[in-house]
């Protein structure tokens, strides 16, 4: 009888085959796994939906990392060599004066006051020393912008200390003391004090010196037309509305090379003017004598 039982395939078929059909196409068991409120079927959903949230936001540029990474105003280099190169800074340092024109406007000689102010609150608060380490400088005035909020941007960490590149204490005393007024137009004051600044980096870093109306010609910005508006407190305006002196000039001792060689060509203007008036003079004397002579000998 177990030979008979085992091998009856209708036995087998009968038996098997309803429990198989009912267990598998029960719609109740469908139903219970499939059930979107039991506990695996909410784990799994779960699962399925955190990790491409978990990526949007990662990737969300309204995050914190996406606004750092992504804002224009935040100075984000992207490595530490590039922090030590001095020219990433004083670049910096050329964008930002180029900002500041742009937003003052009518009242761009107010660069001027700025860099002079900058400048005397670095060295203030220093020990006395013989020259400056140029990339630490140019660090410490942006960050005077930085901290007297006249500017957005945010800059990075100090660059760390090298002794190749330096800046003589002299020069940057020198800063101080920017002419507040001169024989050149107000835009041209204005632009050479920030040339003196930059290029006196320039030199220091063993780079070209450039114009700085160059420069803000490169971003397109220009000297604004029109008048200035009524109510602008226009600071250390340079008198000189038409220059006595025009020209392009790279630093202040250029223009008072180019001053003293105008006042020396002057004054041999004036000395010519005066020894011709002499020379008229001694002539007009002899031709009144020979009048004179001229009556007598007519009995006039």
Not at 6 to 18: C, G, I, R, W
Not at 40 to 64: G, H, I, K, Y
Not at 83 to 90: D, G, K
Not at 277 to 293: D, G, V
Request: hydrophobic share 40%.
């Amino acid at each position: 009888m177990s030979t008979e039982k085992t091998a009856d395939p209708l036995s087998m078929e009968e038996d098997a085959a309803p429990q198989s059909t009912e267990q598998t196409t029960d719609p109740l068991s469908v139903e219970e796994t499939a059930d979107p409120l039991s506990l695996t079927s909410l784990l799994l959903p779960m699962e399925d939906t955190v990790a491409p949230q978990f990526t949007e936001q990662t990737a969300d540029p309204l995050s914190l990392t996406g606004i750092l990474l992504s804002t224009e105003d935040t100075v984000a280099p992207q490595s530490m060599a590039q922090t030590a190169q001095p020219l990433f800074w004083l670049h910096q340092l050329e964008a930002l004066l180029c900002e500041r024109f742009r937003e003052l406007g009518h009242q761009f000689a107010q660069v001027r006051e700025e860099i002079v102010t900058h400048v005397a609150n670095v060295i203030a608060d220093s020990a006395e020393q013989d020259s400056w380490d140029a990339r630490k400088f140019t660090w410490l005035m942006l960050r005077e912008w930085q901290d007297n909020a006249l500017t957005d941007k945010v800059f990075p960490e100090e660059p760390p200390p090298q002794d190749l590149y330096r800046i003589d204490v002299s020069r940057i005393e020198s800063l101080r003391y920017l002419p507040r007024d001169s024989c050149l137009r107000p835009w041209d004051h204005a632009c050479l004090c920030a040339a003196e600044l930059c290029n006196t980096i320039r030199l220091a870093v063993n780079t070209n010196v450039v114009l700085f109306q160059d420069v803000l010609e490169q971003k397109r910005i220009r000297r604004p037309v029109g008048d200035p508006p009524r109510d602008a407190a226009v600071v250390g305006q340079s008198r000189a509305e038409e220059p006595l002196i025009e020209g392009d000039f790279l630093c202040w001792s250029d223009y008072l090379d180019r001053l003293e060689s105008e006042l020396l060509r002057a004054r041999q203007a004036i000395t010519a003017v005066k020894k011709q008036n002499l020379e008229m003079a001694s002539r007009l004397s002899e031709t009144q004598a020979e009048l004179s002579e001229a009556r007598r000998s007519l009995g006039l």
